[in-house]
């Protein structure tokens, strides 16, 4: 759903659960790449765990009944230019007027990313737009939760009376900005202006904050008197939080969050004994993965030319390959005599003693956390390289060196993986020497 660029359940409602459930767990794989305006010169670019990644969150919401679809009108509000793309699904869409089974009360959530091009962006900076499916009034803690993480928050309807400003009243004293979207097609504006006049004070509202649909008006004017609301709000430094920061504000308001679970947790505590260590990826890896270093180089060199064959020269095949033969075993006998360090024990604890519902979650958290220092690191380097390419000029030396450098910074689950194979290999290796296997032979069709 992510990669399509549509909107993600953000807050699930009490279905089969006693509370609503905000979905953290389920998003942490989601990775996005950008380029806000502040970089669009130097063509560089931002990507970051959007679970990580704080920016301002807008939400709309609907009082009442609402002859227009509000997930229509977000998708027009989003869309760039000469484009159009559906975020949100919307009763005008196909299938789009099936009954509501479960989506009644439902928070979606999708983003806005600029690509760096200034008559094209529609916004500087990323945001994030979540919105509530259902009337506020029949899904209040939802609600709550909204005023609660976003910076704004539009409220859609067709008719105040006295009990919806009753209800609204209850807002007052909040820090979020409110936003009112009248569609004036019962003729009641007036009236309903009268009470947001009344409750204004209450919020803190000011004129700009009471957007009118008017029957003369078309749809495009709507919209292009969002989008301005919104840059404006954009531009005023609102606040920004992320996806966990909205999971804290969550626990506070008595909502479930779906990884708040023992397994969740005590996975997560052998995940960070092992990441805690690492601060430089390359020098981490050359401590801690030492099988992976020059040792792992040249048997795969070796292991290659066995299958090749192609340095042999004057000497025959036999000796050669016997040649060969010799030097995988003395360089699986040089692995073999690595004790294993600090980082693989911790590894190899957290893989062999947790149930397997806790094995689960413990190669994820890896997977998460070795990911977002990768990225860091390699965020540094690659603007230490732009740097360096400017200022050393024709000096390949050092460019190449810092080349190889981001090179050797990934780092992921799969490394901690190749390390423990190496160790078995090298340990099976030494013990098929000892019982009179022979090291590896060419295939078939080399010999």
């Not at 949100?88 to 439902?106: K, T, Y």
């Not at 859609?156 to 004293?173: K, V």
């Not at 294993?340 to 062999?352: E, N, P």
């Amino acid at each position: 759903m992510s990669m399509c660029q549509f909107a993600l359940p953000l807050l699930l409602p009490a279905l089969d659960t006693p509370k609503c459930k905000l979905m953290l767990w389920a998003m942490r794989d989601i990775v996005r790449k950008w380029r806000p305006r502040s970089l669009a010169e130097s063509r560089g670019f931002r990507e970051e765990s959007l679970v990580l990644t704080k920016m301002p969150t807008i939400s709309f919401v609907r009082l009442g009944s609402c002859s227009f679809s509000k997930s229509k009108l977000l998708n027009e509000v989003l869309s760039p230019s000469q484009q159009h793309h559906d975020f949100f699904i919307h009763r005008d869409m196909d299938s789009g007027n099936v009954p509501r089974e479960i989506a009644d009360g439902l928070v979606e959530i999708s983003w806005y990313f600029p690509a760096g091009r200034e008559n094209l962006d529609l916004f500087p900076e990323p945001i994030a737009v979540t919105n509530l499916r259902g009337d506020i009034e029949s899904h209040w803690p939802q609600f709550s939760l909204l005023t609660e993480i976003s910076s704004a928050v539009f409220i859609l309807t067709e008719s105040i009376s006295e009990r919806e400003y009753a209800l609204l009243s209850s807002l007052q004293g909040s820090a979020t900005k409110y936003y009112f979207i009248l569609n004036n097609q019962s003729g009641k504006a007036k009236e309903m202006v009268g009470l947001l006049n009344v409750l204004a004070p209450l919020l803190d509202m000011k004129k700009s904050q009471l957007l009118v649909k008017e029957q003369s008006n078309n749809r495009a004017e709507l919209v292009k008197k969002l989008q301005s609301t919104l840059q404006g709000i954009i531009t005023s430094s609102p606040n920004s939080t992320s996806i966990q920061d909205m999971a804290v504000t969550a626990r506070e308001l008595g909502i479930q969050v779906d990884e708040d679970d023992g397994e969740c947790w005590t996975a997560l505590e052998h995940v960070e004994e092992i990441t805690a260590e690492i601060q430089d990826v390359a020098k981490y890896k050359r401590e801690m993965l030492r099988l992976q270093g020059d040792l792992w180089k040249n048997l795969a060199k070796v292991e290659k030319e066995l299958c090749r064959m192609k340095g042999q020269q004057d000497v025959s095949p036999e000796d050669y390959r016997s040649q060969l033969r010799e030097r995988w075993l003395e360089l699986r006998r040089q692995q073999n005599q690595c004790d294993l360090t600090s980082g693989m024990v911790k590894f190899i604890s957290g893989i062999g003693q947790l149930c397997p519902a806790e094995k689960h979650h413990f190669l994820k958290w890896m997977k998460y956390h070795l990911d977002h220092i990768a990225r860091g690191n390699l965020s540094r380097l690659r603007a230490e390289y732009k740097e360096k390419c400017c200022a050393l000029g024709d000096d390949t030396q050092q460019l190449a060196e810092l080349d190889e450098l981001i090179s050797a910074s990934s780092l992921g689950v799969e490394h901690f993986m190749r390390e423990l194979g190496q160790f078995y290999e090298a340990e099976c290796s030494m013990a098929e020497t000892a019982f009179g296997a022979p090291p590896p032979a060419a295939p078939e069709g080399q010999k």
